[in-house]
């Protein structure tokens, strides 16, 4: 169980500063939603934190340790996006055993891994088809299952559940804090949705313009003048 820490954290694309030296600190096994309009730097943040972009300054601290330079798949953190970004042509338990290929690990511990993760998403049984064969919520658990065969300690979800409809929406939720409950691990969460982060959040990142406009447990965000 690791803590997350953002320490001036910045990032900057030519001119524009998308984020303004943001300092935070996120106990371990937190669940916390990023919240705020569009352009404020909620997805820019979290792709400094998976390491999809670079960090123009500052650092993002994993247990104390300093992960900002570090390669995606060796940060302990994995990452979960809107659209799921699966693979068409695999089947989903080799999109879920994906980056235990690629670490070389044999096909025999992979399919028992892939499979243990299929359960934990309630999704054993689908493990021979295609993506293309599944609806918008089971891709979904599939990208989620895909995302934590690397046995992340920080799961990362950009608008994980906008394209969901709201019956599967509601389900959704109560399976990411399913796993919060099981697995331990700290979750970010970025939604534009207050009432997904009413939801789901245990703590409120609000971010305007750059920089944290309010921050703090749910209930005292939400409740506040
Ligand atoms: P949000 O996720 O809150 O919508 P983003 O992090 O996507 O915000 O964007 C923050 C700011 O950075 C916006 O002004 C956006 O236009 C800009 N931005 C984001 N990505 C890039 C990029 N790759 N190149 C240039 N500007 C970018
Ligand atoms: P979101 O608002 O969900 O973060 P966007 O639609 O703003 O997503 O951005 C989608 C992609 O376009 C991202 O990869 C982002 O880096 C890039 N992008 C966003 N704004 C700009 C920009 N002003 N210039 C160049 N690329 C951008």
């Known amino acids: 169980d690791l803590d997350l820490e953002f320490v001036s954290l910045t990032k900057r694309y030519g001119d524009t500063i998308a984020v303004d030296a943001v300092s935070y600190h996120f106990g371990a096994g937190t669940y916390a939603c990023l919240l705020g309009p569009s352009g404020c730097g909620k997805s820019s943040t979290l792709r400094m934190v998976a390491g999809h972009e670079s960090v123009s300054d500052g650092s993002v601290l994993l247990g104390g340790r300093d992960i900002s330079h570090l390669p995606p798949a060796k940060r302990g953190t994995a990452m979960m996006f809107q659209n799921y970004a699966l693979f068409p042509h695999l089947s989903v338990a080799d999109n879920v055993a994906f ?62 559940l906008s394209a ?62």
């Not at 065969?149 to 950009?158: H, M, Q």
């Open 99 to 160: 980056s235990l290929k690629m670490k070389g690990v044999d096909a025999a511990v992979r399919a028992r891994h892939a499979g243990e993760m299929l359960e934990l998403v309630d999704m054993s049984g689908f493990a021979d088809r295609l993506p293309a064969q599944l609806s918008g919520g089971q891709q979904q658990r599939v990208a989620l299952a895909r995302a934590l065969i690397t046995e992340p300690d920080v799961l990362l979800l950009d608008e994980p």
């Open 164 to 225: 969901l409809d709201p019956f599967l929406r509601i389900r959704m939720r109560a399976e990411l804090k399913r796993l919060q409950r099981e697995l331990g691990i700290t979750f970010i969460h970025v939604t534009h949705g207050q009432d997904e982060a009413l939801a789901l959040a245990d703590e409120i990142v609000v971010m305007n313009d750059a920089r944290i406009e309010q921050a703090g447990p749910t209930r005292a965000v939400f409740d506040a003048p």
